[in-house]
């Protein structure tokens, strides 16, 4: 059996790669005016299109809108609300 030590710099070094993937993937909220972001929570989504929860869950429901559950909080991409808003 072969064992493989872990020391506090591989921990120091682990935790700053995983802070860095987080930050990527889980941007604040941006103010009026600047860019959009990626990726929209649902309260985001249906304050955007002016929807109800109900609503959104039918376009999610019927293929209209994709979603990504993560954890239990399902995203939308920007581009795919863009879309629907489009067409």
Excluded: C
């Amino acid at each position: 059996m072969n064992v493989d030590m872990i020391t506090r710099d591989d921990l120091e070094r682990f935790k700053r790669e995983l802070f860095e993937e987080i930050r990527k993937y889980h941007s604040h909220p941006r103010k009026q005016g600047q860019e959009a972001r990626d990726w929209l929570k649902s309260y985001e989504v249906r304050k955007l299109l002016g929807i109800s929860a109900g609503t959104l869950q039918n376009l999610r429901v019927n293929g209209t809108l994709p979603s990504n559950k993560v954890g239990g909080l399902i995203y939308y991409r920007y581009e795919d609300i863009r879309k629907l808003m489009d067409g």
